[in-house]
């Protein structure tokens, strides 16, 4: 059965939703699912905006094929080439032999280096900002390379004022019959899918995506349609600046995150003095995770939203506890920056997971280490209350 809904004049989504996949791109887990959304616009000639991956090709065939009513496809714009949008390129290409592939020329490349069918008689190679009328429609090509691969670029149709926005403003989660983003509650039940989706897929590439967000802020938009996730047509300009937020490095939300690992259970005696003391002097929103339990995307998602992190880790085979050393790595590669940390390191026998954290965080932009390392031998006592009182003074400040 088909399951397309028409969103704007001629337009329809198409896309569908996948909840079987556990990890996204084979890393991320997504309990709540994904979503490949894809686009058809009926006019003169029938445009295809991107498509689906290949776990959800029969569905996403179904939907076209009724769309389409017995009508051909022209053109496939695509606005990413990375597979969980390509997945039924050969598909197309044998049922549409005469339809023209749209993109810049690492699209094509792209394509070529997939796919063994022949995608340089199919290509329509565009420029920055070329045009592509379709009858009524109009659709204008941006390059927005690095958001989230070098080929990436967003499609405006004037008519419609609909930005086809690829990665950018997408979500995990599956769609669960309400397609647009005023039809849930984003705010409370989408955002941290959201923040852990941009942060860890494009996280770092700020640069880019603020270079994007302003091309875009010329534009006369009235829809964004992303490629995983709700569509927006109201309160587009909150969710773009959460995402320049998220793109500038900077703080979007008061409150202190407490990171540990702890092998016996003494680390996280010493984090959960820290989060006592914290609270006692006020400091409220005060989030604690065991990173040896929770999967380092949402650790990172969490590091990008709050201005103040205290990493406490044990000390293992002479070096870092290794989940912390992850995650450490992670933020690194996610160029996080502009932070206030503290550490907490503990040992037996030898002492060396403050500084493999201090080394780590010390290679990183603007990571400012608030306090000298408090040192736990085995268990944190009663006697080193100053020293975590220090720390604790560190971070309120
Ligand atoms: Fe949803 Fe970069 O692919």
Same mark, same amino acid.
């Given at each position: 059965?088909?399951?397309?809904?028409? &969103?704007?004049?001629?337009?329809?989504?198409?896309?569908?939703?996948?909840?079987?996949?556990?990890?996204?791109?084979?890393?991320?887990?997504?309990?709540?699912?994904?979503?490949?959304?894809?686009?058809?616009?009926?006019?003169?000639?029938?445009?295809?905006?991107?498509?689906?991956? *290949?776990? +959800?090709?029969?569905?996403?065939?179904?939907?076209?094929?009724?769309?389409?009513?017995?009508?051909?496809?022209?053109?496939?714009?695509?606005? *990413?080439?990375?597979?969980? *949008?390509?997945?039924?390129?050969?598909?197309?290409?044998? /049922?549409?032999?005469?339809?023209?592939?749209?993109?810049?020329?690492?699209?094509?490349?792209?394509?070529?280096?997939?796919?063994?069918?022949? +995608?340089? %008689?199919?290509?329509?190679?565009?420029?920055?900002?070329?045009?592509?009328?379709?009858?009524?429609?109009?659709?204008?090509?941006?390059?927005?390379?690095?958001?989230?691969?070098?080929?990436?670029?967003?499609?405006?149709?004037?008519?419609?004022?609909?930005?086809?926005?690829?990665?950018?403003?997408?979500?995990?989660?599956?769609?669960?019959?309400?397609?647009?983003?005023?039809?849930?509650?984003?705010? *409370?039940?989408?955002?941290?899918?959201?923040?852990? $989706?941009?942060?860890?897929?494009?996280?770092?590439?700020?640069?880019?995506?603020?270079?994007?967000?302003?091309?875009?802020?010329?534009?006369?938009? %009235?829809?964004?349609?992303?490629?995983?996730?709700?569509?927006?047509?109201?309160?587009?300009?909150?969710?773009?600046?959460?995402?320049?937020?998220?793109?500038?490095?900077?703080?979007?939300?008061?409150?202190?995150?407490?990171?540990?690992?702890?092998?016996?259970?003494?680390?996280?005696?010493?984090?959960? $003095?820290?989060?006592?003391?914290?609270?006692?002097?006020?400091?409220?929103?005060?989030?604690?995770?065991?990173?040896?339990?929770?999967?380092?995307? $949402?650790?990172?998602?969490?590091?990008?939203?709050?201005?103040?992190?205290?990493?406490?880790?044990?000390?293992?085979?002479?070096?870092?506890?290794?989940?912390?050393?992850?995650?450490?790595?992670?933020? /690194?590669?996610?160029?996080?920056?502009?932070? /206030?940390?503290?550490?907490?390191?503990?040992?037996?026998?030898?002492?060396?997971?403050?500084?493999?954290?201090?080394?780590?965080?010390?290679?990183?932009?603007? &990571?400012?280490?608030?306090?000298?390392? +408090?040192?736990?031998?085995?268990?944190?006592?009663?006697?080193?209350?100053?020293?975590?009182?220090?720390?604790?003074?560190?971070?309120?400040?």
């Amino acid at each position: 059965m088909q399951l397309t809904k028409r &969103i704007a004049e001629d337009t329809y989504y198409v896309g569908a939703s996948d909840r079987r996949l556990a990890l996204f791109e084979n890393i991320y887990p997504i309990e709540r699912g994904v979503s490949y959304n894809s686009y058809l616009v009926i006019d003169e000639k029938t445009i295809l905006l991107d498509t689906v991956d *290949h776990s +959800v090709s029969r569905q996403f065939m179904e939907n076209i094929e009724y769309v389409l009513d017995g009508r051909t496809l022209d053109y496939i714009v695509v606005d *990413h080439v990375e597979p969980d *949008h390509c997945g039924v390129y050969e598909e197309l290409v044998t /049922k549409f032999p005469d339809v023209k592939l749209v993109g810049n020329a690492k699209t094509i490349q792209f394509l070529s280096q997939f796919f063994r069918f022949d +995608v340089a %008689a199919r290509a329509h190679v565009v420029k920055e900002c070329d045009s592509l009328c379709t009858g009524k429609h109009t659709f204008t090509f941006v390059f927005a390379p690095m958001v989230h691969w070098p080929e990436v670029m967003v499609t405006y149709d004037s008519l419609t004022k609909i930005l086809y926005s690829a990665d950018a403003f997408g979500t995990f989660g599956a769609l669960s019959g309400n397609i647009f983003a005023d039809e849930v509650d984003f705010e *409370h039940e989408w955002l941290d899918d959201a923040r852990r $989706y941009y942060t860890n897929i494009v996280g770092k590439y700020g640069v880019q995506v603020l270079a994007a967000l302003k091309k875009a802020s010329g534009l006369d938009i %009235a829809m964004i349609c992303p490629l995983h996730g709700p569509i927006w047509r109201k309160d587009i300009a909150w969710f773009i600046e959460k995402h320049r937020i998220w793109a500038s490095y900077e703080v979007e939300s008061d409150g202190v995150l407490i990171v540990y690992c702890s092998i016996y259970g003494n680390t996280e005696n010493a984090a959960n $003095y820290v989060a006592m003391k914290l609270a006692e002097k006020g400091v409220r929103n005060i989030h604690m995770y065991d990173a040896s339990k929770t999967d380092s995307s $949402y650790l990172l998602a969490e590091c990008f939203k709050y201005g103040r992190v205290v990493f406490a880790a044990p000390t293992y085979n002479l070096g870092l506890f290794p989940p912390m050393e992850n995650l450490l790595l992670d933020l /690194k590669a996610h160029l996080w920056q502009n932070r /206030k940390v503290a550490l907490i390191e503990c040992g037996t026998w030898a002492l060396a997971s403050g500084k493999k954290m201090l080394e780590i965080l010390c290679s990183m932009k603007g &990571i400012e280490v608030v306090n000298d390392t +408090v040192s736990i031998k085995s268990s944190a006592k009663d006697s080193q209350a100053s020293e975590f009182d220090a720390l604790v003074d560190a971070i309120v400040r």
